[in-house]
């Protein structure tokens, strides 16, 4: 179906001049896909901007579609295999995106057809960020694992500083929220997953100019969304475009280096370094067990500021290999906003990790339940495995495309037993089998998501003696069987509290012995 109402060129004038909130957006004919989180935040922008909105929608929560009536934008429930009538006849100039669309839908294959723009939600907060006087400074933050804690850490010490912060974006809190909160910002610490690096041009009136970005590691996953490793690894190579003062890497995954070098950047960034070895200059690393900054100091060459150490993080439970290399993301991230080396020690005394992220449930009997379920994919389960030497493992879920062998290979010698659980349980008992043929590995088949953790805690302590640990970490998404991973996490607690009834100690504390 094309859109020969469209005037192509017209219409990009247009839209290349929208750079602004104070820019006239009105009676503009936007389509916004999807009515999830970023959807409705899209719509109720687009809407207080004085544009004619139409979200078309597979699924619409009744909350939210109530809503759009109220704000004055329209909607369209249907098939999306095929571009609904009513969204051709809104002639749209502008599609805004939500990042669960798969480059290949129907409807962005239309768009593209006919010659229609399609921007997501990063793009449109970026074009509309002064809304409330000057725009705040954007720190970038992506890679396949530790987004959430390195965002909120960040913040956390931003904060801490004095500066007004939001964390925001993929970590729950729409960018277009946080651009529009009346309060106004100081900087934005901004969680971008692939699917919303893959919208955002690097050039042009929509493209970002970040204060600073990180990609913290790299792994193939989302492969069934991007198509291929090299489609998911440029995309998030897209987070160093333009950067202005600091482009941050992990000097221990080759891939993100090589970003920071084919980045097209603003004059004057630097290219700043992250890893658990000895540091060089620019760099932050490891020392002794001493965590320490050679990058955001006038003699480099020479001396390095201490900001924490191992052992004292350890006693946090943020010891984990994994864990230290994000909190030098983060504080590397925060050193270019010129934060003092002393509030970083002091924020890394206090801090607490997310739930689900090496939470421990319980530890009974000399054997210690940890729930791990935002390890939804092999690179997390990979650190998160690595923190333990003896592990009943319940792994398992949606494996996104991802090959799961390697991960089961590197890490038999610590494992105990294992328990699957999950849609894609073949490729995992395959693997068990070739790599494993003596290990007690049970499969959990239950149909009831309820009896799921139940049967999986039951099978998974038949396993376990006195020094091992229980770890959740799926390497796997959830959504075969649960709502998303949270939920995954905390019917897997409630399971283990139920099982050792009174003989759990009670401890609840997040974190894991490195």
Not at 149 to 156: G, R
Not at 399 to 414: F, S, Y
Not at 463 to 479: F, H, I, R, T
Request: charged content about 20%; overall charge negative.
């Amino acid at each position: 179906m094309s859109n020969d109402a469209y005037d192509t060129h017209s219409g990009h004038r247009r839209l290349d001049g929208l750079v602004s909130w104070h820019a006239d957006w009105t009676g503009l004919r936007v389509a916004v896909l999807g009515l999830g989180v970023t959807g409705f935040a899209a719509a109720d922008t687009l809407a207080e901007l004085g544009a004619d909105v139409l979200v078309v929608a597979g699924s619409a929560p009744d909350d939210r579609a109530r809503l759009l009536g109220v704000i004055g934008a329209g909607l369209v429930q249907a098939d999306l295999s095929e571009v609904p009538a009513e969204l051709a006849a809104h002639r749209p100039e502008l599609l805004v995106v939500s990042p669960g669309f798969h480059p290949d839908h129907p409807l962005l294959l239309w768009a593209a057809a006919s010659g229609i723009p399609v921007w997501g939600d990063i793009e449109l907060a970026w074009r509309l960020r002064d809304k409330v006087g000057a725009p705040a400074e954007w720190i970038l933050v992506t890679g396949t694992n530790g987004k959430t804690t390195t965002v909120q850490l960040t913040a956390t010490i931003l904060a801490a500083a004095g500066h007004r912060v939001a964390p925001c974006g993929n970590i729950g809190v729409p960018v277009l929220d946080a651009v529009r909160d009346p309060v106004g910002w100081d900087v934005l610490v901004v969680e971008l997953s692939s699917y919303q690096l893959h919208h955002l041009p690097r050039t042009g009136p929509g493209a970002l100019v970040p204060w600073a970005s990180v990609c913290l590691n790299i792994a193939d996953d989302h492969l069934d969304w991007h198509g291929s490793a090299a489609a998911y690894r440029e995309a998030k190579a897209t987070v160093y475009a333009n950067t202005k003062i600091a482009c941050v890497y992990n000097k221990d995954d080759a891939a993100t280096r090589t970003m920071v070098e084919d980045a097209e950047v603003s004059e004057g960034a630097r290219a700043i370094g992250f890893g658990l070895s000895v540091p060089g200059p620019s760099d932050l690393g490891v020392v002794d067990g001493i965590l320490c900054d050679r990058a955001f100091l006038e003699d480099r060459l020479d001396t390095a500021i201490e900001l924490t150490t191992v052992p004292e993080l350890r006693a946090r439970g943020l010891g984990a290999a994994h864990l230290v290399a994000d909190i030098l993301a983060a504080s590397a991230l925060a050193r270019s906003f010129d934060v003092d080396p002393l509030i970083v020690h002091d924020v890394l005394e206090t801090f607490q990790l997310d739930e689900h992220r090496i939470e421990i449930v319980a530890d009974a009997a000399g054997i210690r339940w940890i729930d791990d379920s935002k390890a939804t994919n092999p690179h997390a389960a990979d650190a998160s495995l690595a923190a333990f030497e003896s592990v009943v493992w319940l792994v398992g879920g949606l494996l996104k495309g991802v090959d799961i062998d390697h991960l089961v290979k590197t890490h038999v010698p610590r494992l105990r037993g294992a328990v699957i659980i999950g849609a894609d349980r073949q490729a995992l008992r395959a693997a068990f089998l070739r790599h494993a043929p003596g290990l007690p590995v049970f499969e959990i088949d239950a149909a009831d998501t309820g009896q799921v953790m139940p049967n999986a805690v039951a099978a998974a302590a038949g396993l376990a003696q006195s020094g091992d640990v229980v770890l959740l970490a799926p390497a796997a998404a959830s959504m075969d069987q649960f709502s998303d991973y949270a939920a995954r996490g905390r019917l897997f607690a409630e399971a283990v509290h139920d099982y050792l009834g009174g003989e759990a100690d009670g401890e609840t504390a997040p974190g894991a012995k490195a």
